[in-house]
Each structure stands twice: as structure tokens, then as C-alpha cells.
């Protein structure tokens, strides 16, 4: 897959999270992971599953908020342990989650970078080898 079709997939993952933001709260590791998502002008509620608590924790916010959950955690080992662990939280409070947007992410990005704090990054990079 070229530069300019990963760019086209990432924009449409992007609004596809966008879409999601207002019955959804995002998933991710870090405060590093927040601020990629924000640097791509993604407004959405965020827990950051390492200072907030861990999985168990952030299950449990989520289900205070009364909204659906995004797994977005990077995908190196450690993140997907820490996937499974939310998954595994969520189930049991029966909340229902998304981690078809961590796999797409992975799937179009696994071959340059490996966290989502990089995502921004990726971004500016990809947009400037299309035009």
C-alpha cells in the first residue's frame, strides 16, 4: 500500500473516531497518547489507562459515564496485554467496545511506528511524501 492510500485509510479512521466521539470514551495508555490524538484535531472524552487507574479502574469510569468504550492502546506487546485486560473489564461490566479501530490503525501503521503517541507524527509524515 502506498503513502497516499495509508493516508486516505488513517483520514477515514480518524472521522470514523470523530463519528464515535459523542456515545463513546477513548481507551488509551497515556497522557503522550492523548495529546497525538489531539494534535489530529480529534475532540473526545479520554481515559488514560496508566494514570487513571488501570483496566479495572478505567472500566469502571467508563461505566460511570454511561458510554460505550474505544480500546486504543499501541500495539507492542504490553499494549496488548493491556487490551485484553480492558476487554476483559468491560465484558464484565457489560459495557460494549470497539477495538476494530486499534486493529485498522495497526494494520495500516504497524510497518512505521508501533504506539499511538506516534500517530501525529505518522500523519504529518504521510501528507508530506502525497503532496
Given at each position: 500500500?502506498?503513502?497516499d ?30 495529546r ?50 480492558l476487554?476483559?473489564?468491560l ?41
Open positions: 500500500m502506498n503513502d492510500e495509508r493516508l486516505r485509510r488513517l483520514d477515514e479512521i480518524l472521522d470514523r473516531i470523530q463519528s464515535m466521539s459523542s456515545d463513546h470514551v477513548i481507551l488509551v495508555e497515556g497522557k503522550n497518547d492523548r497525538s490524538l489531539l494534535d489530529l484535531n480529534l475532540s473526545l472524552d479520554t481515559i488514560e489507562v496508566q494514570r487513571d487507574g488501570g483496566p479495572l479502574r478505567a472500566a469502571e469510569m467508563v461505566y460511570e459515564s454511561g458510554k460505550k468504550a474505544i480500546i486504543l492502546t499501541d500495539w507492542d506487546d504490553r499494549g496488548d496485554r493491556l487490551a485484553k485486560d476487554s476483559e473489564q465484558s464484565a461490566l457489560c459495557i460494549s467496545y470497539d477495538m476494530n479501530i486499534r486493529k485498522d490503525l495497526r494494520d495500516i501503521c504497524i510497518k512505521d511506528i508501533k504506539d499511538v503517541e506516534s500517530l501525529h507524527s505518522l500523519y504529518v509524515r504521510l501528507e508530506r511524501n502525497v503532496l
